[in-house]
């Protein structure tokens, strides 16, 4: 089955580009009837949409994050990939990337999500 | 842009009672379009209803939801133990509302 496996490093300092990667095993990120989502969760908080890609290359952002978010898709690795500039300790979270459906817009599956911190 | 407001915030019952989470939206939603999930700590979330109403695979048949419109619930029958966690709704693949923690009472 569809497994995705988030990396990145763990640490990134204030005013710097948070930048990971999403790899998709056991199915391809080509195919037309998904898109490649990213989500994070700061410690104790709630679920945030960041966006989404379709492997076309055309991307939704959240409204909140869109001035410093890119995302980014790699079909010949079978990666999707984020970048969030001007990173602030707000930006301190779990990162989960997932698979979501075209047809009802669910997500699944999820990475097991990875921790980013913001610190100097 | 759509809000998804989840009430209530916490919701404390005890075993064997039953739950019901609302899920109200700032605007119309396509039922289609509308999941919930459930997370547990240090664990990914867990998708439990796809379209409002369809169980996704492996879901217990205690977990049910409905709606359409601006109004969605999801409801938990008969609460197990392993069943308090926080609930969250989606939709489209994009924004969350802001959870229910369901906590033992």
């Known amino acids: 089955q569809v497994q995705l496996q988030e990396s990145g490093p763990g640490l990134v300092k204030p005013s710097q580009t948070l930048s990971l990667t999403c790899t998709v095993s056991?199915?391809?990120?080509?195919?037309?009837?998904?898109?490649w989502s990213w989500i994070r969760q700061p410690p104790g908080k709630g679920l945030e949409w960041i966006g989404y890609i379709y492997y076309s290359g055309s991307t939704y952002y959240n409204p909140s994050l869109k001035s410093r978010v890119t995302i980014s898709v790699d079909t010949s690795k079978n990666q999707f990939s984020l970048k969030l500039s001007s990173v602030t300790a707000a930006d301190t979270a779990v990162y989960y990337c997932?698979?979501?459906?075209?047809?009802?817009?669910?997500?699944?599956?999820w990475g097991q999500g990875t921790l980013v911190t913001v610190s100097s | 842009e759509i809000v998804l407001t989840q009430s209530p915030g916490t919701l404390s019952l005890s075993p064997g009672e039953r739950a019901t989470l609302s899920c109200r939206a700032s605007q119309s939603v396509s039922s289609s379009y509308l999941a919930w999930y459930q997370q547990k700590p240090g664990q990914a979330p867990r998708l439990l209803i796809y379209?409002?109403?369809s169980r996704a695979t492996g879901i217990p048949d205690r977990f049910s939801g409905s709606g359409s419109g601006t109004d969605f619930t999801l409801t938990i029958s008969r609460l197990e133990p392993e069943d308090f966690a926080v609930y969250y709704c989606q939709q489209y693949g994009s924004l969350f509302g802001g959870g229910t923690k369901v906590e033992i009472k």
């Open positions: 379209g409002a109403s």
């Open positions: 997932a698979r979501v459906g075209y047809s009802y817009g669910y997500a699944l599956p």
């Open positions: 056991g199915g391809s990120i080509s195919s037309g009837d998904y898109y």
